[in-house]
């Protein structure tokens, strides 16, 4: 599920907003420049995958990021990761190589 959530831009948009501090559904709207609908969609698919959570004050719905979810993926990557890593170095060394 995190990966379907992730993959759509303006979804990694929002985390990117979030990251830096919880916000209202109206700054994301300003933020994207997309209809209040498609951000309490895109909101609503964050939120199931985990990504997200809310809490009301006030009026108001803040969204915040949770970051287990991109940790547990973190740690799933590792691996491809390494061997990224490796590849890169060997492509470094073939480069050097060359005249």
């Keep these: 599920m995190v990966f379907e959530a992730l993959a759509e831009p303006n979804r ?12 209202p559904v109206h700054d994301l709207v300003d933020l994207l ?12 698919v964050l939120r199931e995958a985990g990504l997200v959570t809310s809490r009301v004050d006030a009026q ?10 991109l940790r547990q993926l973190d740690d ?18 073939h480069l050097e190589e060359m005249p």
């Design 12 to 23: 990694r948009r929002i985390l990117d907003f979030l990251l830096e501090r919880e916000r």
């Design 33 to 44: 420049r997309v209809s209040q609908p498609a951000v309490s969609k895109h909101l609503r």
């Design 60 to 69: 108001r719905r803040l969204y915040r990021l949770r970051a287990e979810p």
């Design 76 to 93: 799933w990557l590792a691996p491809y990761r390494a061997t990224w890593g490796s590849r890169l170095d060997a492509l470094e060394s």
